[in-house]
Structures are given as C-alpha cells and as structure tokens.
C-alpha cells in the first residue's frame, strides 16, 4: 500500500519568507498528487494537482508544486506567504492500479504552517 | 452549487449512544468518500461509494461502524454504540466519475464523546 510523508509538523515563517513544504510517496506506479489546505476551523480544499505533463503545477493564491518522479517527491513552494497563508496542508496520493481502493486517496499527516505578521 | 453539506456541524454525546453523521453530496456526483480525522492518525479514508454502492470499507474500524447511501443525495455513517476514541472530526467528500480522485470535501462533522 501507498504511504505519504510529510516530515515537517509545525513551520513557522515571517510574512514575505519563502515557503517549501516537503512530501514524499511510497508508490513505485503512476500516481495522481494533490495537495489541499485546511484553513482554522474549514474543511479541505484543492489547492492544486498533477495527473500528467508538466511537473511544475501551479495552484491558487500563488503556491506551486513540483513533481520529481525520481525522488518520489511533491513539494509545495510559495515565494512569499502572507499571514493569511495559516493553515493545515495536506500531500495526498492517488495511487492508479486496478481493483478496488484505486480511487482512494492516501494523505500525508500535514503540515501546519503559522505566519506571523 | 453549494458544495457537500454535512450535518450536524457538532456533536456531542456520552460513550453508548448512538451517533448518525449525514452527508449531501454535490448534485451529480458519482462518488462519495468518507473520512475520519484524527491528531494521532491524521485523514483516514473509512469508506466509500460508487452510485450510492459501497466499493471499499476496508478503512471502517470495527462493527460498530456502519455506513449506508440510500440515494444519490444522501449518506449516512452511523456509529452504535460511541466510545470515547471515536472523537474525531468526520469528513464527507465526493467527486466525479471522470476524475474520482479530484475529492471535494465538505465542511466536517467534529464529533465529541464524553
């Protein structure tokens, strides 16, 4: 089975610094990658995926990730995080072979991100 | 569209009750997913649906849990009888036929037993 890593727990960042969030896959197959955002106290959202083609994704309100298929890799990037930016963010693999549980997706234990102003 | 709806936003009950958490899909939807989260074990799927039949329950924890789709608007994931680590928020999502893996969530249910 399919397994998601994302090794930071808690980063905390000043308005304007970089952000680069680390997530990394266990599946030696085609995958389809995600990655969501939990603001406090809302439900999931899309914040961008990759199916295929390029692996430079880029999603909303800026951020951007990067497929390394060698590195089995799927990190998150924003140049500049604004406060507005803290939440919970969440790698997810969809992992595509037959059978049932093909749909499923396996999330990452996320990342909380705090921006302070 | 209003999105996936899920009622109750809040439950709180004591260990022994029982516990309905509900779900309305997005119209047209095709799948429906259930997920449990928790800070030990982070998002887990528990189980899901393919117009309205379960596909894959493998991710229910015990008997106690159980999860039903009369319809296409309507889930239902019960819990008979509550226990205190089933403390969690659930989630509800659901997607399209011609891309399930692109999931929409709905906005939780925190659940709480005393």
């Known amino acids: 089975a399919q397994s998601v890593s994302q090794h930071n727990h808690h980063v905390i960042l000043s308005e304007a610094a970089s952000l680069e969030l680390g997530c990394n896959y266990s599946?030696?197959?085609?995958?389809?990658l995600f990655w969501y955002v939990q603001y406090p106290g809302q439900h999931l959202q899309l914040l961008l995926k990759?199916?295929?083609?390029?692996?430079l994704v880029k999603g909303i309100k800026g951020f951007e990730a990067e497929f390394i298929k060698s590195k089995f890799s799927f990190n998150l990037r924003k140049p500049s995080v604004q406060w507005s930016d803290t939440a919970e963010y969440f790698c997810a693999v969809n992992a595509q072979y037959s059978g049932a549980g093909s749909y499923q997706l396996t999330f990452g234990k996320g990342t909380k991100l705090s921006v302070i102003p | 569209d209003a999105g996936v709806i899920q009622s109750p936003r809040h439950e709180v009950t004591e260990m022994g009750q029982e516990v309905t958490l509900r779900c309305k899909p997005i119209?047209?939807?095709?799948?429906l997913f259930w997920y449990r989260q928790t800070m030990m074990r982070g998002l887990e799927l528990l189980i899901y649906?393919?117009?309205?039949?379960?596909?894959?329950d493998s991710g229910m924890p015990e008997d106690r849990f159980s999860a039903k789709m009369p319809n296409a608007s309507f889930s239902t994931l019960k819990i008979q009888p509550s226990e205190p680590r089933d403390s969690a928020v659930y989630f509800c999502?659901?997607?399209?036929?011609?891309?399930?893996?692109?999931?929409?969530f709905g906005p939780g249910t925190r659940l709480l037993v005393l």
């Open positions: 599946y030696g197959g085609t995958v389809n």
């Open positions: 649906f393919n117009n309205n039949v379960p596909i894959d």
């Open positions: 119209s047209g939807h095709d799948y």
């Open positions: 990759y199916f295929s083609g390029d692996p």
């Open positions: 999502a659901s997607s399209l036929l011609e891309r399930v893996e692109t999931q929409y």
